[in-house]
Every structure is written in C-alpha cells, then in structure tokens.
C-alpha cells in the first residue's frame, strides 16, 4: 500500500492536474483590499465568421475550485502544501492564539511516533485555536455585524464578475434568460459582501473554513447562492494509498469538487487527511467517528466521549472544514429500522445505532452535543448534521426512521446556532422521483432553512455501475427545490472503492445536476454558460465548443474518434450527420435569409403572437422564394 | 466502409448480442392460444441464508425486448432474418393481399440493380398490402371492437405475469410499493387484452406493427402502459456500415431498445434497413424524408410529393413500423426561428422550412398529409408526427416557433384519427427542468392524449460528451409527468456518430430513466425489482445483486476491479467501506436482536406514531441491552 519513502522523498503532484484547460487561463479579481484575489477561470472564445467583419465574441468567466493547481504561475509541491491564503485575515482578528501543538493526545501520540516519520506530512506550523472564551466562526461574526474578507471573497466569486459588464451587459445577460421557479429561493441579480454576512447570520448559509486550514479559498453553502457539489474520497482497509488519495483530490477539484470529504476507514487516517488538507484549496469534510472507530479496532460498543471529543480536537487542530456528526440517531428511533429492506445503511448511523443498543443508553453524540459546540466555535468547524437513518433502498424512503430523526436534527440545529456554530444537514440516499421534494420541504421547515446536503438521492435502486446517474436525476431535482450542495455518488457506489476515473466521472455528473438547479431556479446569469456554448455550436466553432463544457478533452476526444483532422474543426457538420444532413448548416441558409431581410420579419418574429407572424411572414415570403431561387445554386457550397 | 462480401456470404451476428445474460434464463407464456408465446426473461436468484434454515428467494420475471437472440433455443442467422411471428395473426384477418413484388419505383430499382447483388439481404417473401379499401391499422381493429392476438400479447407482456403469482401475493408486493403520482395516468392493477383494444381505439396508445415486419414482437406506447425507449442507430456520409449497424440494432435490443429508429443517412440507406428489419424483433421506426433527398443528391427544393411518396411505399413494402413525418412545420412559423440561439436543429424540419422557402408553399408533407395517411393505413405504418421546431437550446425552449408546431400537430393527430391511423408525437429536444412539465400539459392538451414521444429533454447544454446525462434527467422526468417513450441520447450526441459502445450507455441510461418515471408514476410491481435487488444488496447476495441490475456484466467488473476472489461474492462488505466500516452489516447485528425479540416491536416499529414507538423501545430495550452485552464478543465474528 503506502510506499514507506512517499512523503520525504518522492510526494509528486499529478502532472494531468496542473495542466491549464484547453482555452482558458487563470484571472484574479481584486477587491477592496489588495489580499483579496478571487480566482476565475477565463475562457477565452474565437469571432464568430461572417461574410462582412467577423465579430468578437466575450470570453466567458467561471467558477474556480482548482485553487492554484491550474496557476501557471505557482509551483506546486506537495511536500510543502498551499500557501496560507486567509493567514492575515486571521491573524488580523486576533481572536485566536497559536499552540505549541497539538492539544490532543492522539495528535501528540502521532507527532512523536518514529515510525510515522517518513509517512508525516512535515508542518512546520503550530495549530490554532480561538483564545478563551472566544467564538471564531463565520456565523459569529456575522452576527456581530462584521462582514468578514471571506464574505467580501465569496461575494465576488458567486458574482462571477458579472457586474464589471455593466448594467446595459447585465441586463441584456438577464434578457436572454428563462425566468426561474425557486420555490422561495431569493437570488438577488447582484451577491453583495452584506448579503452574504446577511445569509450567514440568519443560518441559511454556512462558511466552511477552519482557522486551521487558512489554504482554503473561501466558498459558501446556501440555497440562496450557486449549488454546490462534494466529492468523497478516503482509503478502506481493503484498498488504496496516501498517493492515491491525495491524487483524487487534486483531480477532483479540476473538474469541479467544491468540497471534498475525506472519509478514509484504512491505514494512516491521520497522515492522509494531513496531506489532503494541507494541499486542499476546497473545505474538506470528515466522519469524526470513522476514526474513533479505529481507535478502539472497530468494537463500536468499546467507542465513548472521551475518546470521540480527543478525535474532534485532533481533527480540527488538523484543519477539518466541517464534521458530519450522526447525532440525531436516538436510541428510541432504532426500533424504527427493523422492518427496513435495508435498516441503516450510514456507516455512522449504524455505529451509533449499534452502540446505543449495547449501553441501552442516548449516545454520547447527543448527550454531549453541547460540548461538541464548544469545541467547534474555537476552530470554526461547521456541522453536517449526518442522516444516519437515511434510506438505503426505495422501499425504505420518506419513512418514519428519517423523518424522527430529521426532526432531531431541527432541535440540534438551534442548539449549534446558540453556540453560533455553523450546521448544515444531510439528506436521502435513495428516493423516488416523487417523493423528493417531500425532503426538501420537511428539511426546510424542521430546519429553519439551514442548508441541506444531500447524496444523491437515486431515484431507483436497479443500476448499480450506474449510480451516478441514478442519483444525478435526483440531485438535479433536488437542487432545483432549494438543496444547497450535492454529495456525488461515483459508478462505483455499492461495489467498490473509486479510482480517479470514478471520481472525475462522478464530479462532472454532479457539475450538470447542480448546473441544471441553478438554470431552473433561475440564478442570475446561469444560463449565460449554455447559451454562449449553444451560439459556438450553432456557429460551428468547434474548439469554443469543446472548451465551454465540463470536460473539454472528453468532448474533444470523442469528436475527433471519426473526424480527427483539424480541417474538422471548422467545418460545418460533424460524423454524426455528415454535410448534407446538418440541420444548423441548413438552418443557417434559412436564417441568411432572413436577416438580409431587415427587420421587419425579425421584430414580428419576436413577438408571440401568430396572427400578426402569419401576415408578416407571408409578406416577407415572396421576396424570400425569389431571393431563395436566385441563390438556390450556391446553398449546397462545399465546406 | 461495407466489404462487397458482406451479405450474401460474410453476415454474422454479434456473438455478444447472443450470450443469455447472467443468471437468467428465457421462457415464454403462453396466452389463450398456442401461437401466442409471451418471451420474457427469468431472473432465477439463490436463497438468504440464515442461522436456521435458507430461505428461498422468487426468481424474477423482466420485460424481454432482445427476441430470439437471447434464446439459446434458437440459431440466429443473420442471412435468413428472424422467423414470422406474426405472419398466422395476419394472414387469418384476410384483409391483406400479397403483392408480386415491391410497387415503389425505387424499391423496384434496387431489386434488380446486379450491381447490389451482394449488398442485398435475399427476401423470398412477397411485400404486403391492404386489400383495396381495407384498413389494417390495430386502431382500425381496435374501434371495431375486435381485441386482436396483438393486443393480447402485450396486455401479457405489460403485466409481467404478475396474477399468476394469486391476489394474495400481489397485494403483498403491491403493499411493498409507495403510491405513485400519475399527474392523470390510469394505470390498473392488471393490464386485460380489452384495456389494450380500449386504450388504442382512444388513440392513447399505439401498437408499431406494419404488416410487412412479422418478425417483431408486438409491444404498445402510451402512458397508461411501462414508459418505453427508442434507441437511434444509422449510418452518415462519414462513418459506419451495414455490419456496424445491425451489430448496434442486437446490441441496443440486448439492452433494452423497445424500438429502433434507423436513421441512416449515408451509402446503401435501403439495404441497410432491410437488413436490420428482416433481423428486428423491435419495432423500426425510420424519417423518410432523409432518404428522400438523397434521391434528389442533397438538394432540399428538389424535393417534390412523387418522390417522397414513392419512398413512403417503398419503405411502408420493408416493413418500416412507424414514420416520423415533420408536417408540422408551416411556411408561416419558419420565421418564429430566426430570433433562435441554434434555429432548427431538427434535420427533417430544417429540410422542410427549407424546402417552403424556397417554394413560398406549404411543404408537401402538410397539403399531402391525407394522402399519406391512405399509404400508412394499408401497412398498418403508425405516425410519428416530428418535432421540425424543438428548441436545439435551453435558450430556445417552450418558444413560439415550437409551441406553435404542436398545435399543428395536435390538428393533424386528429386528420391520422379519422383515417384509424396510429400517431404519437415527437417533442423536445433541449428544455431546462422548470419548463419540461409545460411541454407535456401542452401535448396532452393539443394532441388529445395521443403518446409523446420525446428527445430527453436536455435540461442543459454545457456538457458535451455527457448529454446521455443531461438528457437522462429530463427524460426521467418527462416520463414521470406523462411522457410514454423516450428517445434515447448517447455521449457522443453533437459530437460524432455513437458507436456499440455509446449505444449501450445510453440504453442503460434510459432504462433508469424509464424505470424511474415508472416508479414515480406508481405502476403496479414495478418496485418490485428495486425491492428484489436492495434485499440481495442488503443479504449480500452479490451475483443476485448484479444480476438483477441493468447492466450485470459492468457491476460485476467494478466489483470485481478491487475483489476479484469467489471468496468476496459472499463477505459481508465490500472495498469502498471494508469488513469493519459496512454500514448493511452492523445493521444486521442491530436487527437480529430485534427479530429475535419477536413481533412485538417490529409491530411498533411498523407504526408511525412514535409515542407508541418511544415506549415499545424503552420497553423492549433492556432485554437488547442484555443481550447484546452477552453476545458482544461474537458480534465482529470474521467473514
């Protein structure tokens, strides 16, 4: 498994994830202070081809989650990690205090041990941590009416730099858009640094960046803002590397992971989620519990708080963006499972469920939920409240083991927002299509509108080697009613462990879900993206094309199987249809027309009423069929 | 591209389109005559294990659309086609005439070409026709009150021999289901020969059946019946050949195609189709038009109603079992599309606004459509009427141009109802998730009920290579809302011509979609298979599990990528949580304590009232307490 040599010597990072993507290249927008440099990506787009002047079309900005992986610019080395982007911001509040260590006796324990030597990521950094009786989250400060660099951060990356187009772009942008339905969602055309503290502080969005992790480039997880994706990865006892681990990361980031969870259950949990923090320019989640389970070899009954709280400590001094916590698996819901087709199905739910039976007691997750505030609000650690009574069949969706326990969550949700921490709560698993939005509306109202997470949900249970797109229908769906991020689920789901190609798979299949949400609810300017891909493919500006989708190389790769030669690339039809059957080749003649026309037929064309098309095109017409006739020899030019 | 050897000695069919699949087996029921043979796929599955003794698990019963191919019992030959299943049923209704030979000019033509001797599949049969004012059409049949074998193999088919199971057994799987929302669907618990007769002579349904194809197994669209699914294959001036697209028909139908359409557009377009005719035990469906300009080299205002008409003949004498006619598009809605982002991305409609241009008429297709409606009733040739105007971007969706379209369609529905021919509707094409429902209220309004028959829809147009994805979202949901077959899309859809291998992913990925509209609609048992698969999943009973599944060999593979021994096709866990971490195995533990604590419990638990619950758990909980406290050393026994 993991090569004894790997950190000292020879950590190398993935050379297929510091390639800049075809057409594009990395910006940085400034705000008000010079330390704020909110990433993008640019793609830059060719004219499009006239018989007069060609004419220019804009380059398109996107979101960013490859952090500085894709910044020509910077040398990544592993062995050293990321720079410490938000150190000033953090420093400047001066609410936290250095350790000289790690506070937590297992973190102590692996820091000395000889044998981790060449395993260990080598931090040359204390840990920090809020000084007494100090509160360091976002949401505190955003109650307090501070409006963070990270909220001013985020405010210009959900902007997407839209307003520096002016408002006469904007709103021509906005024209060229269907209006939403967002079931009570409020997009506002322009994200202002207010807004977001705004959100943050009514708990409808979470921030979430560890002062630990000061690498991270801040994000925000709300239903009011761009949907968001996960993506999980983490070794088992069965399978995969530290190198391997840290691998999908950085590829999963490429494609779009705007959070990555490491949920490792093998060999050297604290090393690998060291080495996956420290290069992570993305959150990056985890299930406190996993490890804990490890600490006492897997007896789930031999788990208790003592053990669970040092685990926290050692996590967040670590840099852990957020914890799932199966806090809500009360013991008295358990009985609720055992009529199930596929009982609990959360590893963590299943643990607790089974430790609660044992003491015949509420779990320490539970009882000592209060403490755990404590201990999040001094690193900033968000909650995900973890469904661990979530349905792991069809059969078993919406019933009433999910619902009490997503009732629990509500009561823990105002309990974290007392201690001003952060929580966001985990959803379905495995959902029928008509059954989706039933969660999203029980979640919204146990939950006072904290944002929901959810995996999936799969909408049937008859595809594995498919999962990604079973759970994708319903991810979109979900995203659509208001769920604010989406845990992927990879092809491998139930079978195995993902390799790179998984992950990619399951990212880019996340990315169309959550765009998808984004078009429905309307967010100002989603559409932009489509309808600047749509006009390159109805121009037969092949390469633009490629480079405005998700994955260029796919959709470069599979054009060029049967029409590799660049000649291809500006030709006007594709294997598909071949010359003569391009219904955009010919749609175009029909448009020439048209346009030679004037205006006339273009403004009837425009309006909705037929009546008034009918005349105007029947007037047009004949000129039209003369002109057509004229032409008619040259319609069929060859390409 | 073809090898001049290919048909008369070189055709072989594709060894892995015959192979039974994994743990099945083909078995046919029969109906109330022995010439009615009912194939269906028998998923046999092996018993749960348990302390005690095992417990058999029922073999389960799939709808089949890979005819003889996955019979071991039948030698498939690709030279002499598949036999005539039909052929009895159609001669014993005597309203046919078998003619001398093809009556088409240019069906004639290509019969005596020696030049395509060796190109050509050798049909011995004579072509078929109505007698002179007699109409064949199942709707014909269906209004006369006459219920023919037809229909009665499809009421058997559609119910998946669920009744022989006994009405105890089917309210026990029926209980396991959740209640749909059918958004208007009439979906009874048993599918009888006369709700089929009554659903076609409604036009709700349709049966694809031309008398010239005996060789298919009858199979029904419309939305009270399992949503179904065509899968495009043909060829273009660029790339494929005969071989390749009869290897693409068996591959598609192994998957689950309930129809084909071949849209062949390149070399040998006659030819190619009879080969995959004389070998389809699906319906084909076909777009005349595409072979129509050929004929006329290319040249849209060539066109003219003699040739099409001559082709409509010519294909109607093959066999083709539905046409997709663009008669919806008028001369006085062609310039509703020049405002569009991508026009007409519609191959048929751009042909056609072409085509009226140019001619400043009405194209041939509208002012003929009676004509053509004589030459459909006298083959029993179903319509598909075309979507000419469906918006080629989510920019252009639900606009005028397309919304205008269907009501034309909607009138011409009614025009192919008065001369008892069949007709279902094409629609979108590009659509974001908000917009689809509109789009299927609209066709249910316009078009009466008639079947829709859509293209996805794509609910976004920025990820090229994956649009079997973006598609297979709007497509699941439009078939949820009504929609009774969806049109597949493949990863290569923009890009290129799909090969084996596309056709194949995106079968799958609209089986999910179809299987899911199924589920959310309520249809009786369909859950059933979900239930069957999460118990093996849940029982790890893993050849069940990838048995069960779409696609067995690619779960198989996956599992298989990280745990190929035997020995794991029955541990308890799997490479993505290993033995320690499996959420389905520590739920186990949990459960059996329960069980064993008798009814009880599982009584409460089964409530939804949870006071009741709380109590029954802390009642019974002690005991658990005990118990598993004495157990607790042999809870982690190894696998």
Redesign the interface.
């Known amino acids: 498994m993991t090569s004894p040599q790997f950190l000292s010597d020879t950590a190398r990072v993935d050379e297929n994830a510091i390639q800049t993507l075809p057409g594009s290249r990395k910006i940085y927008v400034e705000g008000s202070r010079a330390d704020i440099r909110v990433p993008f990506r640019e793609i830059s787009l060719s004219p499009t081809r006239t018989s007069g002047q060609d004419e220019e079309n804009p380059s398109l900005l996107v979101y960013d989650t490859s952090g500085p992986y894709t910044d020509p610019n910077t040398k990544i080395d592993l062995r050293k990690g990321l720079t410490e982007l938000r150190r000033h911001w953090i420093d400047a509040r001066d609410d936290t205090e250095c350790l000289d260590g790690p506070t937590s006796e297992y973190g102590r324990r692996r820091a000395n041990d000889p044998m981790l030597a060449r395993l260990r990521f080598e931090l040359t950094r204390a840990p920090r941590r809020g000084k007494k009786d100090r509160n360091v989250t976002q949401l505190h400060y955003a109650r307090q009416g501070i409006v963070t660099p990270e909220m001013e951060f985020i405010a210009i990356r959900e902007n997407q730099r839209l307003q520096a187009l002016g408002s006469d772009e904007v709103e021509r942008i906005l024209d ?3 209006p ?2 967002g079931f009570g969602a409020r997009l506002p055309e322009e994200i202002t640094p207010e807004f977001v503290r705004d959100e943050v502080a009514a708990g409808r969005a979470i921030i979430p960046c560890n002062i630990n992790h000061p690498e991270s480039e801040p994000m925000i997880i709300g239903r009011n803002f761009l949907v968001k994706i996960n993506g999980n990865l983490g070794n ?4 995969s590397s530290i190198e391997d681990e840290v691998d999908k990361m950085t590829w999963g980031i490429r494609w779009g992971a705007d959070t990555i969870m490491d949920l490792s ?2 060999a050297n949990i604290h090393e690998t989620r060291e080495w996956i923090i420290r290069n992570a320019p993305v959150p990056i989640g985890t299930v406190p519990i ?1 490890q804990a ?1 490890e600490k006492v070899g ?4 031999n788990l208790n708080w003592e053990i669970f709280r040092d685990t926290l400590i050692e996590q967040a001094e670590q840099g852990v963006d957020y914890f799932t916590i199966h806090a809500g698996v009360l ?9 199930r ?7 963590g ?3 607790m ?2 430790w609660c ?4 007691e509420e779990s320490f997750l539970y009882t000592h939920f209060e403490d755990i505030c404590e201990i999040c609000k001094r690193y900033d650690v968000a909650f995900s409240l973890g469904d661990g009574l979530r349905p ?4 078993d ?2 019933d ?1 083991a999910q619902f ?1 326990e997503l009732e629990t969550l509500g009561e823990l949700t105002k309990i974290a927002w007392k201690h001003d921490v952060q929580v966001m709560i985990e959803g379905p698993g ?1 959902v ?4 989706i939005k039933e969660n999203m509306d029980k979640q919204l109202e146990c939950c006072d509108e904290a944002p929901f997470y959810t995996l999936g949900p799969l ?8 999962d990604h ?2 759970s ?2 319903g991810a ?2 979900i995203g ?1 009613y208001g769920c604010a991020m989406l845990c992927y689920v990879t ?9 790179k190609d998984d992950v990619k798979t399951g990212i ?2 996340y ?3 959550a ?3 984004d ?4 967010h100002p300017a989603a ?1 932009r ?3 600047a ?3 390159a ?2 121009e037969f500006r092949w390469e633009d ?2 480079n ?4 260029p190389d ?2 470069r ?3 060029d ?3 590799p030669k660049d000649s291809a690339k500006v030709a006007h ?12 080749k ?6 020439d ?3 030679n026309n004037g205006a006339s ?2 403004d ?5 009423d ?1 009546e008034g ?2 005349e ?3 007037k ?3 000129e ?2 003369v002109k ?2 004229r032409e ?1 020899a040259e ?2 030019r060859k390409v």
């Open positions: 060229q858009q269907h939403g339905e088992s006892a069965v399978s259950t093998g996993y389970l897997g007896v789930a009954e013991l008295r819901y358990v009985p609720l499972t055992a009529e087709v596929t009982g609990i199905v959360s590893r739910g299943s643990i469920a089974k039976l044992y003491h015949h792991g069949s069809v059969a969706a919406n009433a009490a495995h029928p299509m008509h059954l909408v049937t249970d008859i595809a594995p080697g498919y797109i079973t994708g229908i979109a769906m659509w092809p491998k789901e139930h079978l195995g462990l993902p390799n880019i299949t990315k169309i879900a765009h998808a949400a078009l429905a609810k309307g559409q993206r489509d309808n891909l749509s006009k493919r109805f094309q490629f405005l989708g998700l994955d796919t959709a790769e599979y054009h199987e049967t029409l039809f594709c294997s598909m249809c071949g010359p003569k059957f391009c219904s955009m010919i749609s175009h003649e029909v448009r027309s048209f346009l037929l273009k009837e064309a425009r309006d909705n037929l098309d009918v105007a095109a029947m047009g017409m004949e039209q069929a057509f006739r008619g319609l069929y």
